[in-house]
Nanobody, 126 residues
């Protein structure tokens, strides 16, 4: 089970930190990701992190602005979002998969993830 939180309304240039708390599995053995879906758009990959936290991936539009991290002791993954702009407005979802070997070959498709949180709204005003 995944529970995302931390969304809200922020002005352009501002920051937010999303959190995703996981339960029910061995957290340190699963890869995690963040996706987002804007109105009338498909869900897209934002960032992913391997089970130990040593490998991270980002979509090009957020590189240098967003940072994904995890705390395995707290069963939580984070997405620090800086320099937000209105194009970042979306519902953000966290996702998880225990299929780490598959994940390491290609972390980007939503189909690589087996478990999804409920989403948290991020709105960036101009």
């Amino acid at each position: 089970q995944l529970q995302a939180s931390g969304g809200g309304l922020v002005q352009s240039g501002g920051s937010l930190r999303l959190s995703c708390a996981a339960s029910g599995r061995t957290f340190s053995a699963i890869a995690m990701g963040w996706f987002r879906q804007a109105p009338w758009k498909e869900r897209e990959f934002v960032a992913g992190i391997g089970s130990s936290g040593g490998r991270t991936y980002y979509t090009n539009s957020v590189k240098g602005r967003f940072t994904i991290s995890r705390d395995n002791a707290k069963n939580t993954v984070y997405l620090q979002m800086n320099s937000l702009n209105p194009q970042d407005t979306a519902v953000y979802y966290c996702a998880a998969t225990p299929r780490t070997m598959d994940w390491y070959t290609n972390p980007y498709p939503s189909g690589q993830y087996d478990y999804w949180g409920q989403g948290t709204q991020v709105t960036v005003s101009s």
